[in-house]
């Protein structure tokens, strides 16, 4: 089976790794149907701190493919993804189109595959926050509707895709990936030296500190809206040291609305610093006492780490991390925040949960789906209406 495996921004990266590392594993492995992958990158996170230190970090393969799709607004980025992939699968014919998350190279992928009746399957699906604002929302919905092969990280999110109206035999439960790149990588993170750059480690030990990431257009595009949180970072950074990776994004929007002197300011204790490559987030995150953050992802890895993790969003398409997890939702209202931030200071006891099935196996099962989807004389031509009905279900593989 031929697949092409999509990558385009930063946290399609961590998803994508451990996938093409079970594809290596399971080919190596006596009789089993040959898979061969194609790994394209389109180009939307581009910079080397977004994309290339990933790839160093995590040992990915270059990318046999660059669409080199780049920056622009939603239809823009998206029409030029699709513009770029049509031809990349007109002429490599692949079975099977694999995309992660929901950023806009998902969907944009997605559309051009299902378009030229090549079936996709979609890692991450029937993430629902309901907040048809995000433009994350928009591209879940989109390519869970016209995905051929559904991988879910939790029952919620089968829970949903099932009301949605998917046939249940489309819908794999097989755990998290994100969380199989971070219990691969958790030892070797331990060697970075990130604590002692930003001073945050000396002879002693460790000073205690929190961590803040920012990139929501609804957090960081509104001067107003981001004046409030930061005013909160100011307040919580008088009792604890806040280190603040910023995102290219928030960034620009920072110097636009003159808020970047606001912390580099004397005195200020929040820190902004570039956006740190994977390993070094990694340890930051994991020694952290609080993170502060609108990212999905971080809200998981946060769980499995067991830290403290305020979400600055009114809602979330994970909320298995709230249930679970160590996950609060406090929006982007300075009082919340600071009531988060108390309720944070508070906790004593470990928060590490394990939500069923994040136990870092998650890439073997999509894997041994694959490969049962080869098996059964996979059709690339696949018409919503003949699904194969492959053994080893939703049903069966949750049980
Ligand atoms: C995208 C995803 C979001 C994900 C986030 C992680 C969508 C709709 N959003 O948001 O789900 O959580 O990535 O980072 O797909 N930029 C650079 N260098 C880069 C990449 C971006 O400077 O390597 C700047 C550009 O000015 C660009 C802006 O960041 O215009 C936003 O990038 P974009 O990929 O459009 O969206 P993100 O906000 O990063």
């Known amino acids: 089976m031929k697949i092409i495996l ?41 910079d080397h701190a977004m994309s290339q230190s990933f790839f160093e970090d995590l040992g990915i393969p270059r990318p046999d493919i660059n669409l080199e799709a780049g920056s622009g607004g939603h239809a823009e980025q998206t029409g030029k993804v699709m513009m770029a992939f049509e031809p990349v699968l007109e002429g490599e014919r692949p079975d099977l189109v694999l995309v992660v998350g929901d950023v806009n190279s998902t969907m944009a992928c997605s559309l051009a595959a299902k378009k030229l009746n090549i079936a996709v399957a979609h890692v991450e ?14 591209n879940r919905k989109v390519t869970d509707a016209i995905a051929d092969y559904l991988f879910t990280t939790d029952r919620i999110a089968g829970a949903h ?76 950074s008088l009792r604890l040291p806040v280190i603040f990776p910023c995102h290219p994004r ?39 006492n609080l993170i502060l953050t609108d990212s999905g992802g971080i809200q998981e890895e946060a769980t499995i780490l067991g830290v403290p993790c305020l979400t600055l969003r009114e809602n979330t398409e994970r909320p298995i991390t709230v249930s679970q997890g160590s996950n609060r939702l406090v929006g982007n209202k300075k009082e919340a925040i600071l009531n988060g931030f108390e309720w944070a200071l508070r906790q004593t006891k470990s928060l590490t949960a394990r939500p069923d099935k994040w136990d870092g196996r998650a890439a073997e099962r999509i894997v041994e789906v694959l490969a049962r989807i080869s098996r059964r004389k996979f059709h690339p031509f696949i018409a919503n209406t003949s699904i194969p009905t492959v053994p080893g279900n939703a049903m069966v593989l949750s049980s």
């Open 250 to 288: 928030t960034r620009a929007r920072l110097d636009q609305f003159g808020l970047g002197e606001f912390f580099d300011g004397e005195g200020s204790r929040v820190r902004l610093i570039s956006p740190l490559s994977y390993l070094d987030f990694l340890h930051l995150n994991s020694l952290a």
């Open 125 to 138: 699906a029937g993430l629902r926050s309901g907040d048809m604002t995000m433009p994350e929302e928009i």
């Open 6 to 46: 999509v990558a385009g921004a930063r946290p399609n990266f961590m998803k994508i790794a451990p996938i093409l590392e079970a594809i290596g594993v399971h080919n190596g492995k006596g009789r089993r149907p040959r898979m061969d992958p194609i790994l394209v990158h389109t180009g939307q996170h581009y």
């Open 161 to 236: 895709l099932l009301k949605e109206g998917v046939q249940s035999e489309r819908i794999f439960f097989v755990g998290n990936v994100m969380i199989d790149t971070l219990v691969k990588h958790r030892e070797r993170a331990k060697q970075s030296t990130v604590l002692e750059t930003l001073g945050l480690k000396n002879g002693r030990g460790f000073h205690p500190y929190a961590v803040v990431t920012l990139h929501r257009p609804s957090n960081v595009d509104d001067s107003e809206t981001l004046g409030r949180i930061f005013e909160a970072l100011q307040e919580i």
